[in-house]
């Protein structure tokens, strides 16, 4: 079984998207074998209030079981902490502060983290959604800094974050600059990692250890097959395929 | 049979100290994709005594010498591109001969030199005399001058190619960073412009928009430095496509756009 955990469904502001609808993402999911995807709506990021794109997503998701919907919560807001009361049975949060205008690593975010950390939510945030060459002019935001990770990861050890689209660099800057307990809080989506003849990917699982990845594709942006695709070049073993496609988040979502 | 017609080798000079562990893992990366032969180049010392997209002569004699040696190496899985740097217009022109003499079957243009500049031209000219594409590196929609490279968009390779109609390009890796769509509208309507599918990218709808207005009689498969991106691509691909067009991807047009015998 694979769990992605980082798709979408709308339309993208910076390109035509053709294919952001449940219909899409479900055949490919069953094209590759993936059983439950984690979903938010993508547009929302560039919303100043969210909460209106979270009923969207929910509405637009409703009849389809495998795609969880994961509403997305700007801390800059008042009483933004309603919003993680009416998702409850969400999977997990997703928050976009360097689109939101928030200090990645300041008061508000923190206050997210520690908000959703008292409800066992885990906190997604994506590095980008596109390459740093083909961005839009207007397209400005900075990516997520890693330093905005490890702040956010030693906040508290009920703080889980799941970091989607984060590059070989990026990883071990966060993973070896934290202790290991708080490492543990910390998992990794394989989406932007490269894979052979670089070795990223194989270098990180040695380095990191398959225990800290798992599955994203970052469809409809990206194809999905890029995922699949780069954990079939490995040698690995069954039981770390597993964890990385639904283990090490199960785990997770089990201590929920 | 899949062809790759978009690879990179490394050599003692490229300053990395794994450079043996790459190579070796980009061919045991190709053989569990099922690739049946790689199409490759060296550019130069990668950075390391020369700027990789500037190489000097001297890197690019041995670069070249290096991938000639890794054919003969792998005879028949490794295949070479003859890089150049077209600012010593004499030099390259002999490498090129020499290349193609000793079994080279293209011709690798990176970005020393813009595409429309006439300094290619001679080269652009030798290629096509001798029957052999040219694998050009892009920037897609460049809109300015970036570091360490005189990078060229489609439009101005289009521009080298509606020069040389007999001459066959390969607009490098569609993944490869910047607007794809851009390259996909200067691509359209110049025939001897092929597209290869490898880049780091992997946009839904790139493929789709390359079906669409480049078409699969000229999409070619390749990796350049991301081996899984330009795999997944494909595997993509050959859930949207016919069987025709499938193998006219993974090699069909690769074998009518090298020369005829170079795949055995």
Not at chain 1, 140 to 165: F, Y
Not at chain 1, 194 to 216: C, D, I, K, N, S
Not at chain 2, 181 to 191: S, W
Not at chain 2, 229 to 251: A, F, H
Request: aromatic content about 8%.
């Amino acid at each position: 079984m694979t769990v992605d955990v980082a798709a979408f469904v709308g339309p993208f502001p910076f390109r035509h998207v053709s294919r952001g609808t449940p219909k899409w993402l479900l055949g490919q999911m069953d094209r590759l074998g993936i059983a439950e995807a984690w979903v938010g709506h993508l547009p929302s990021f560039l919303y100043r209030d969210p909460s209106p794109g979270n009923a969207d997503l929910v509405r637009i998701l409703s009849d389809h079981e495998r795609l969880r919907p994961v509403p997305a919560v700007n801390p800059g807001l008042p009483g933004f902490a309603s919003e993680l009361d009416a998702h409850q049975r969400a999977p997990a949060v997703r928050a976009y502060p360097t689109y939101w205008g928030l200090d990645p690593q300041g008061a508000e975010m923190r206050h997210l983290a520690v908000s959703c950390a008292a409800k066992a939510l885990p906190l997604v945030l994506t590095v980008c959604f596109e390459d740093l060459r083909q961005r839009h002019r207007l397209d400005t935001a900075t990516d997520l800094p890693a330093a905005a990770v490890r702040s956010l990861a030693r906040i508290s050890e009920d703080v889980k974050l799941v970091i989607s689209g984060a590059p070989k660099g990026f990883i071990e800057e966060v993973h070896f600059g934290l202790t290991e307990t708080e490492g543990e809080r910390v998992l990794w989506d394989i989406s932007w990692i490269w894979g052979p003849p670089e070795e990223h990917l194989r270098t990180l699982l040695e380095t990191v250890g398959a225990g800290h990845f798992v599955f994203g594709t970052g469809m409809p942006l990206r194809i999905p097959d890029n995922s699949v695709a780069k954990l079939d070049l490995l040698d690995l073993s069954q039981e770390d395929r597993d964890a990385i496609q639904e283990g090490n988040l199960r785990q997770w979502v089990l201590a929920r | 049979m899949l062809i790759d017609v978009h690879g990179h080798f490394y050599t003692e000079r490229s300053g990395l100290a794994d450079w043996q562990e790459r190579n070796a893992a980009r061919l045991k990366a190709g053989r569990r994709m099922g690739i049946t032969a790689h199409v490759a180049s060296i550019l130069g010392t990668w950075g390391h005594r020369s700027p990789t997209y500037f190489p000097s002569p001297t890197d690019v004699e041995h670069a070249n010498a290096a991938m000639l040696s890794l054919q003969r190496m792998h005879d028949g899985e490794v295949i070479g591109y003859c890089v150049v740097n077209p600012n010593f217009a004499d030099h390259a022109l002999d490498q090129i001969d020499q290349g193609l003499d000793g079994g080279m079957i293209g011709v690798k243009l990176a970005a020393s030199r813009r595409a429309d500049d006439p300094l290619l031209d001679p080269i652009a000219q030798r290629a096509g005399d001798a029957g052999v594409p040219v694998l050009h590196h892009i920037w897609h929609h460049r809109q300015r001058d970036w570091p360490n490279q005189e990078a060229s968009d489609t439009v101005e390779l289009a521009t080298l190619a509606l020069r040389h109609t007999e001459t066959q390009f390969i607009v490098a890796h569609i993944g490869g960073g910047g607007d794809w769509a851009h390259t996909l509208r200067a691509a359209r309507d110049v025939p001897n412009l092929w597209i290869d599918i490898s880049g780091s990218g992997v946009d839904v709808d790139m493929m789709e928009w390359a079906l669409e207005t480049i078409g699969a009689e000229r999409m070619l498969f390749g990796t350049d430095l991301t081996m899984a991106t330009g795999w997944g691509k494909l595997r993509y691909l050959e859930s949207r496509v016919d069987g025709e067009s499938r193998d006219l991807i993974r090699s069909g047009n690769a074998l009518k756009l090298f020369p005829t015998g170079a795949f055995g």
